[in-house]
């Protein structure tokens, strides 16, 4: 295991604290990320997610933003796309998350069904509850064990799978 397995381990091992307040997350994220530099694109994504998870989507808004700027990994970019969009859509950004949102899904990879999930929630918050719903349909038409057709069909009928 490398210098960076572990680094990695450690950040898991604090997600994966439920004992933590939000405060002492965000404390204990910074501190590891102090031992990669505080500008790392990693560090400055797990950063925005403590300040993401404790409601301080301002403060995650910056640092996702620089985090993507800076360079990710295909994997974390993914995920830094999506979490900067839903926290947009929490500061009333949502044209911007929508327009995020569904680049992403469109992208494909890994997270395209997470994509397509928040996605949805955007296009709602935006007013657009018709396209939420073909979305959201869409998107669970491939995982039903029946009716996959019916239901794909009938997201396209609502919203035209946008």
């Known amino acids: ?5 572990d680094w990695q381990d450690r950040v898991d091992a604090v997600w994966d604290d439920d004992a933590l307040s939000d405060r002492e997350r ?37 640092l996702y933003r ?30 911007e998350a929508v327009r995020m949102l569904r680049e992403e899904r469109e992208r494909g990879g890994e997270l395209a069904d997470a994509a ?3 996605y949805a929630l955007a296009l709602a918050s935006a007013g657009d509850a018709t396209g939420a719903a073909s979305v959201a349909l869409e998107t ?14 009938y997201a396209r009928e609502l919203g035209g799978a946008r």
Not at 1 to 5: A, F, I, P, Q, S
Not at 142 to 152: E, F, G, K, N, T
């Open 140 to 153: 669970l038409a491939p995982h039903l064990p029946q009716y996959r057709r019916s239901v794909a069909a």
């Open 66 to 95: 620089l985090a993507l700027s800076g360079g990710l990994d295909e994997s974390r970019r993914a995920q830094a796309t999506i979490q900067l969009a839903s926290t947009l859509r929490n500061l009333g950004k949502v044209d």
């Open 26 to 62: 965000i404390r204990r994220i910074d501190a590891l990320a102090m031992e990669r530099g505080m500008h790392e694109p990693v560090a400055q994504f797990e950063r925005a997610g403590a300040r993401d998870a404790a409601g301080l989507e301002g403060e995650a808004e910056v």
């Open 1 to 5: 295991m490398d210098e960076r397995d």
């Open 116 to 118: 397509s999930a928040f």
